[in-house]
């Protein structure tokens, strides 16, 4: 929403601040303004002129001299000017010399203007310029009386007749205003218009608020000899309201008109479209005009399109309807979309005699469903989406009416046709003024509280102690609304500021989130650094990983309304993000990557009404430095530091296709799976141009949230003796060293204390579909030296247990 | 006798004095005091010397004894010193090297950020919960005074699942599942993943995070809000930063407000950074909306509450200067290193 600072003025005479001032001021009471634009920012020293005579150009075809009066005394300056359009006598704006312009005659804006200089054309001396529209900075668009190449002139608009020489041009042509941008926020509806701004701002400045005055006209006529209406649908139309104007005269509208619009940033078009144009930003009420000889049965009928129905909208374009939009029909067919666009079929043409004028009132959410639908943006339907305030109707018609009545556009017919089956009245909300100190912190008196509500037109009842709220501010409806009303007038800045009393809490965060504190801690000492990376992704990511067409991971959850196939489904796996991320790093030649991320995944419910299940996976993915084992090093270090005390245990035969087969393994705790890490298959490696050996593990953070324990019990420092035994083994290459060890742990007995591999080899001098494997076991006792036999005897069981492996001792 | 040991005794001592090393020390030891030495000689010859001198002759044998052995040990002490500067000198190092370093991670500056915030609440008492990424249509909206076809549907432009379940597009749902779970006081915040349907540019990104707060108790005033607000901002962008809070509209908070920060960039005076305005736009929040206490089963005439919203990626764009959002979710780590 724009407007310029003259139109607020001219409601609130009496506003008298800087642009600066008015920005500060309306943004603390809840007008937010955004900025502005001055609209002679770049302009300066342009006056009023009258070229008294013109001369050929001694040395140029193309050039005159002009001697220029620049003033009523009669002093004149000589200007040189290309500008084909120029003629003795007329008035136009002069920059002097020193003065500057916004930029050149094509439209062209120079950051900062452009200083005009005084100075010689071929040889002939020059003292300032004769500008065009475009060189002060606007356009012809928006100034329709300018030439369309060449100097503006005053003279040959009437409204300039008497303009002073020497005056300024820039206030002549209404360039001295000021632009306001503000962000209206969706509740306020009534500041959609200038009359809703300009009563905050007479609130806010303390200035009497000035509305236009509407008189109710109209010749002797009735309308309802020319129309009548019917709503099929109140629902979607709570109001609506047609007048007919005869005898059309369409005329350019007046410059004040025009100026005022074009500073809204409005391309003035002729006084019909202009003063519908200047109601809807002045009331926030779109109007629209039909050719009332285009209406056949000189009946109106808002009713529903009917399904799959072709309509031709006044910009040309066919669109096709269903049954849920609203549509202005005449007795036989359709003749505008209600509230977006009207038809061509009754388009206002140049040789209109008699025209319909129609505010009505539509349901905002059925206008913004409906424009979504046909893909329509149009100013009328954008405030009707705010959810209009049916009892405007009325008086931006009759404010249309005088407008044209003002411009002498037409005639206007008495009487107006007004279907408002359900009329919407003020509201009473119970004040309770110590109830806004208390929510607010404050101490203001309820005079104060009252006399800010009357500011902006809300009553108060002193025998009911209540407020009465006129229909166009539909957001006040509870104490609560009150107490900001008065909060924002009161001024935010002068609440007091205090901090909550009450009983001392204790903060903290939960395990989950302490969990994954210590799992990024852990991450980063082993130079991992923390990636994040999308939750939704392309169902390709499934066919790119390898997984199987009936793997259960691909069930997903799908977004119904995705920004493309690319972000459409939730991921099921963590691994494309951390590939992705490794990929991109790889592409830009980062060397030895590590990278971790916390992040969700969501597993649908079978039944689709339920919340699916997020779990947070901890995934480490790395490149370059480092193996498997590193990686393998780096999932057991976190699990022990969160307190899994027990070994777990690795199995290889597990489905995860991304992974190279010979170099993958599901973590289990116990008989469950907490995780899985693994080697990427060369095959993804290739689909993600990964040109290097890939590791990725990912723990499934609920799982093993469950398992954390952080109790810790001091268990003493061995005062005896540790026994080392050492052993090496020949074994079939398919034997795992889990195998093993678990052998190891099952057989060594309650003083076996660690062992370890020191050695796996193999190669020359072992057998073919073999390996040597070394283990040092170390036994020792809380409580005595262990002697020899006892140790022996353990060393018999875990032989014992290997060999049933077939597992035997190299001599 | 005593003249013979007086000559012994010099002789030591200048031998020992003489000695350039350990080894030459050692043999003067073993020539002097040894089992064969000479001083030890001087002893076993004792017997040659009348009974009634012997005891004051013995002492005099015994003293020069120690004192060749204090004399050798002085000595040693100052040849093992020389040896080891000497040593020590040979093994000087280029200290101006590069260093070894181990190679540690970083965590993402949108975490820096979070656990920044974190840290400043749980200090204040607030709890720190979450609540779930995928979330009802009722949590995320009916539950917040955003009825069906309410506009700010709109503005929020929405991820759904189906016609009541969605990609949540704040964390003011958490607000409510906590309402729901807990009885006042409360205080929490409840950070986290948010979606909404933005192209991906410098400033937009579908999915980004959020840090909710929520504050429910008897007697809590819009004025707690501003205190509240203006002490997390001078802990989090330093303690010269002014806060100032302008009307705004949330459907679930009643009164509401935007808060604008002193930009920490010019203090205030206005720069490129804050576009010259001296203020930079933070967060929005407001006092908890008595429909929305209502709905959650918390009595509003009982208690009354705040909850405020702030982007985490604003707070890291900001804090960082970070220009542009998509530098965030590429995880490029030559950026993720400067944090």
């Not at chain 1, 529209?133 to 040959?156: R, T, V």
């Not at chain 1, 910009?315 to 036989?332: E, F, H, P, Y």
Request: contains cysteine.
């Amino acid at each position: 929403m724009n407007t310029p600072l003259s139109w607020i003025r001219a409601y609130v005479p009496d506003l008298d601040c800087n642009a600066q001032e008015y920005m500060d001021a309306m943004t603390l009471t809840g007008t937010k303004v955004e900025g502005y634009e001055r609209l002679d920012a770049d302009l300066d020293q342009i006056i009023v002129g009258r070229i008294n005579k013109i001369e050929k150009h001694p040395d140029a075809d193309k050039l005159v001299i002009c001697q220029v009066q620049i003033d009523e005394e009669g002093t004149s300056v000589q200007i040189v000017t290309g500008a084909p359009n120029v003629k003795e006598g007329d008035v136009v704006p002069v920059v002097l010399d020193g003065g500057r312009v916004a930029g050149g005659h094509d439209g062209e804006k120079v950051s900062g203007g452009v200083k005009i200089k005084k100075g010689k054309l071929r040889g002939v001396e020059s003292n300032g310029m004769l500008c065009s529209i475009e060189e002060l900075g606007s356009s012809k668009e928006l100034y329709p009386d300018a030439p369309e190449n060449g100097i503006y002139i005053f003279s040959d608009n009437p409204t300039y007749q008497g303009l002073k020489l020497g005056s300024s041009a820039i206030s002549a042509l209404g360039l001295d205003d000021i632009v306001f941008e503000y962000e209206i926020t969706s509740n306020r509806v009534d500041c959609f218009g200038v009359l809703g701004i300009a009563r905050e701002a007479a609130a806010t400045f303390k200035k009497d608020f000035i509305p236009p005055v509407i008189k109710e006209i109209g010749n002797s006529e009735n309308v309802s000899d020319y129309i009548s209406a019917e709503i099929k649908d109140p629902n979607l139309c709570s109001r609506y309201v047609a007048r007919v104007v005869k005898n059309i005269k369409l005329a350019p509208s007046p410059t004040w008109m025009q100026r005022r619009l074009a500073a809204n940033g409005i391309r003035p078009i002729n006084n019909i479209v202009d003063i519908t144009n200047y109601v809807m930003e002045e009331y926030s009420q779109p109007m629209h005009a039909y050719d009332l000889d285009q209406i056949e049965g000189r009946k109106i009928i808002v009713r529903r399109s009917n399904e799959g129905e072709q309509f031709q909208t006044l910009d040309g374009q066919m669109r096709t309807l269903d049954s849920s939009i609203l549509m202005i029909c005449d007795a036989q067919k359709p003749i505008g979309i209600a509230g977006i666009m009207g038809g061509e079929n009754s388009k206002i043409t140049d040789d209109v005699k008699t025209l319909l004028f129609e505010a009505a009132c539509f349901d905002g959410t059925n206008i913004r469903l409906s424009g979504k639908k046909l893909g329509m943006r149009t100013d009328a339907q954008a405030k009707f989406e705010k959810g209009l305030d049916p009892n405007t109707a009325m008086e931006a018609m009759n404010r249309a009416c005088q407008l044209i009545e003002e411009l002498n556009a037409g005639e206007v017919v008495g009487g107006a046709v007004d279907i408002y089956p359900n009329r919407r009245e003020k509201t009473r909300v119970k004040f309770d003024y110590t109830h806004t100190n208390r929510l607010l912190g404050t101490d203001i008196s309820k005079e104060e509280m009252i006399s800010y509500f009357k500011k902006i037109d809300l009553e108060y009842d002193e025998a009911t102690n209540e407020v009465i709220v006129p229909t166009w501010r539909q957001d006040i409806a509870c104490q609560a609304d009150l107490d900001e009303e008065v909060a924002r007038f009161y001024g935010y800045d002068k609440i007091p500021v205090t901090l909550p009393s009450g009983e001392a809490m204790t903060g903290r965060l939960s395990f989950k989130l302490r969990l994954e504190s210590m799992a990024r801690d852990l991450a980063q000492q082993f130079g991992f650094s923390e990636a994040q990376t999308y939750s939704f992704e392309s169902p390709k990511v499934f066919d790119k990983l390898l997984l199987e067409p009936n793997d259960p991971l691909r069930q997903t959850i799908v977004i119904s309304n995705p920004l493309g196939e690319d972000y459409s489904i939730m991921r099921t796996l963590p691994l494309n993000g951390m590939l992705s991320s490794l990929a991109t790093n790889y592409n830009r030649r980062n060397k030895d990557v590590r990278l971790y991320e916390l992040a969700n995944i969501y597993l649908p419910k079978e039944d689709s009404t339920k919340l699916p299940d997020e779990r947070m996976q901890f995934i480490l993915g790395m490149y370059g430095k480092g193996d498997f084992y590193d990686l393998k090093g780096v999932v057991e270090e976190f699990l022990e530091k969160i307190g899994i005390k027990k070994p777990l245990t690795y199995q290889p035969n597990t489905n995860r296709n991304y992974f190279h087969p010979g170099r993958r393994a599901e973590i289990y705790y116990e008989q469950e799976s907490i995780g899985y890490l693994g080697e990427i298959h060369p095959e993804v490696l290739d689909r993600y141009e990964i040109g290097e050996k890939t590791y990725i593990a990912v723990l499934d953070m609920p799982k093993v949230t469950e398992l954390a324990n952080f109790e810790i019990k001091y268990m003493g420092i061995a005062k005896f003796p540790a026994v080392t035994r050492d052993i090496s083994m020949l074994v079939k290459k398919e034997i795992l060293a889990g195998q093993i060890e678990e052998v190891i742990r099952k057989q060594g007995g309650k003083h076996m204390e660690s062992y370890h591999l020191f050695d796996i080899y193999e190669g020359e001098q072992i057998q073919q579909g073999y390996k040597s494997m070394a283990y040092s076991i170390c036994f020792r006792a809380k409580d005595k030296t262990l002697e020899e036999k006892e140790i022996t005897a353990a060393m018999n069981k875990i032989l014992k247990g290997l060999s049933e492996l077939g597992i035997e001792l190299r001599q | 006798m005593k003249e013979k040991l007086q000559t012994l005794k010099e002789a030591a001592l200048s031998q020992i004095n003489a000695a350039g090393g350990l080894e030459k020390l050692n043999e003067i030891r073993v020539a002097f005091l040894g089992k064969k030495g000479e001083i030890t000689s001087v002893l076993k010859s004792l017997k040659e010397i009348a009974p009634q001198e012997r005891p004051a002759f013995g002492q005099l044998v015994n003293d020069a004894r120690s004192m060749i052995e204090e004399k050798l040990e002085e000595k040693k002490r100052t040849l093992e010193k020389k040896l080891r500067e000497e040593k020590m000198k040979a093994e000087t190092i280029d200290v101006t090297l590069p260093a070894r370093k181990p190679m540690l991670g970083h965590r993402h500056p949108n975490t820096i950020a979070l656990e920044e915030v974190e840290r400043i609440f749980v200090g204040m008492g607030y709890e720190v919960v979450e609540g779930p990424e995928i979330e009802y249509d009722y949590y995320n909206f009916e539950a917040l005074n955003i009825p069906k076809n309410h506009p700010a549907r709109d503005e929020q432009d929405t991820f759904y699942i189906t016609d009541s379940i969605l990609l949540r597009t704040q964390t003011s749902p958490v607000q409510v599942r906590v309402m729901e779970q807990k009885k006042p006081p409360i205080r929490i915040i409840a950070p986290g993943r948010v979606f909404r349907s933005d192209e991906v540019d410098a400033t937009h990104s579908p999915s980004f995070h959020q840090i909710e707060g929520l504050v429910i108790d008897k007697n809590i005033t819009f004025a707690d809000l501003k205190g509240t607000l203006a002490q997390i901002a001078k802990e989090l962008f330093g303690q010269e930063t002014k806060v100032k809070f302008r009307p705004h509209h949330f459907p679930f908070t009643e009164p509401s407000a935007e808060v604008d920060v002193t930009c920490f960039k010019c203090g205030g005076s206005g720069c490129r950074f804050c576009k010259g305005s001296g203020w930079i736009e933070i967060l929005g929040c407001g006092m908890v909306h008595p429909k929305v206490l209502e709905m959650s089963g918390i009595d509003p005439k009982e208690y009354s509450g705040f909850a405020f919203g702030v982007g985490l990626e604003r707070i890291a764009l900001l804090k960082y200067e970070i220009d542009d959002m998509r530098l965030l979710y590429e995880n490029d780590t030559r950026f993720l290193k400067q944090f």
